[in-house]
């Protein structure tokens, strides 16, 4: 199944694609980024391009080499800010973000993932409204309190899917190894008007580790891993390498009745082998009744589909 963000998003838009472009508006900004995935002829000129854009990133060499990203610069064809906000209007919440222009053609959110906020918002929102155990050992004949589910963010950069989950009521610890990509985060919460969530700069893989020592156990699990990456200490990480040893770790911190969802970017990487790589980890077998996935993409003003990411998502 392929996702779209929803057409109501209106500070959001993929304009046109093509020639590895893509001409895309965040709030009252367009912007030029490379996009090795945008395979086909923009159906606008470079000259419409020039006129709408107010910056366009500009690559160094050697970019998307082995899968890696190269810093680049930003080249101003028009007049903006450093920084700005977006808002997203979710199912039952509201999302108010900051963005900027980093060094890596990034701006703070990946516009793509709105369909995994959704989800994420359902799912902890539905766990509030679940028996708890004393009242099923009642035979169930009683009202369920509402009860705080635990969601544990992963590589969860500024924390578009850790606010969606707060704002469902969510107890949400957020990691990054990267201390300013949390602060980024931190002022995403405050935007936005929400609060308590649990900040921890750490490497990914050594927090799960020392969670599941501990017996910690969550609801819902959101894993973003990037292709290649370092942990705060110079932690080496390689998703091909390491991501079926992460999942196994994370079977082990998820509830009987939890979920997971997990997002890939790696290009060599399908919704087949996504759904394969879970089911092995967390030992399923009726794969069908506990695993979707698909792909996550953006549409053009011209109807051409972006696919950016590939998303798993479990229930357990």
Do not use: C
Not at 123 to 143: C, H, T
């Amino acid at each position: 199944m392929v996702e779209f963000p929803k057409s109501e998003w209106k500070d959001y838009a993929l304009l046109d694609s093509g020639n590895g472009l893509k001409l895309e508006r965040f709030g009252k900004y367009a912007m030029i980024r490379p996009e090795p995935k945008a395979l086909w002829t923009p159906s606008m000129g470079e000259a419409d391009w020039k006129r709408i854009a107010a910056v366009r990133f500009k690559p160094g060499a050697g970019f998307g080499k082995a899968g890696k990203e190269d810093s680049g610069t930003w080249e101003r064809l028009g007049e903006m800010p450093d920084q700005w906000f977006v808002e997203y209007p979710g199912e039952g919440f509201r999302l108010r973000m900051r963005l900027g222009l980093t060094a890596f053609k990034h701006v703070g959110i990946f516009p793509e993932q709105a369909p995994n906020w959704e989800y994420i918002y359902s799912r902890v929102a539905g766990q509030q409204r679940l028996p708890n155990a004393e009242n099923l050992g009642r035979g169930g004949l009683e009202p369920a309190a509402v009860r705080t589910p635990k969601v544990l963010n992963l590589f969860a950069y500024t924390g578009g899917a850790s606010l969606a989950a707060r704002a469902a009521g969510a107890d949400v610890t957020h990691l990054d190894s990267v201390r300013q990509v949390v602060n980024w985060a931190r002022e995403n919460m405050d935007s936005t008007g929400l609060q308590d969530i649990r900040w921890v700069v750490e490497d990914a893989m050594k927090f799960a580790k020392r969670e599941a020592k501990r017996g910690h156990v969550y609801d819902g699990i959101i894993l973003d891993p990037p292709a290649y990456g370092h942990g705060p200490d110079g932690e080496r990480w390689k998703l091909d390498e390491l991501l079926f040893d992460m999942l196994r770790t994370v079977r082990t911190l998820l509830a009987p009745n939890g979920w997971m969802v997990l997002n890939l970017y790696s290009n060599g990487y399908s919704a087949a082998l996504g759904e394969t790589v879970v089911g092995e980890a967390f030992g399923i077998r009726d794969r069908a009744a506990h695993i979707k996935s698909g792909e996550l993409a953006l549409n053009d003003k011209f109807g051409k589909a972006l696919p950016l990411s590939i998303y798993v998502r479990l229930e357990l």
